[in-house]
């Protein structure tokens, strides 16, 4: 009889779809004594960091959302939690402030009288 072989060929496709990006309640940027802002940084990354002792709570920070730095004490009371690690976000936290600007306009008259 004869003797038949079979050869099967499987291509096999891979397709990367790379991450979302972060969210802006996953990106935090913070700031020591000084005025130099570290950052942006990833939750997970502040989260190791948190963990390993190099944040203590009067530590300056804020969320990309945020438009002003708070303590990391504050976060802490804010999500019931570590901030860095996962679940719901709270608000944004957004301070308004309002800019008065004061005109004054001051009027000289000289009038001169001849006899």
């Known amino acids: 009889p004869p003797i038949t072989t079979t050869t099967a060929a499987i291509t096999t496709t891979r397709t990367t779809t790379p991450p979302p990006p972060p969210s802006p309640y996953d990106v935090w940027y913070y700031h020591h004594n000084t005025d130099y802002v570290h950052g942006p940084f990833s939750s997970t990354a502040m989260l190791g960091w948190d963990s390993a002792g190099h944040f203590r709570s009067g530590l300056m920070l ?15 009371s804010l999500y019931g939690r570590s901030p860095f690690s996962r679940g719901t976000y709270p608000a944004a936290i957004i301070v308004y402030t309002t800019t008065t600007t004061t005109t004054t306009t001051t009027t000289t008259t000289t009038t001169s009288t001849t006899t």
Do not use: G, I, P
């Not at 804020?62 to 802490?76: C, G, I, K, M, P």
């Open 62 to 76: 804020r969320r990309e959302v945020d438009n002003t730095f708070n303590n990391l004490a504050t976060y802490w």
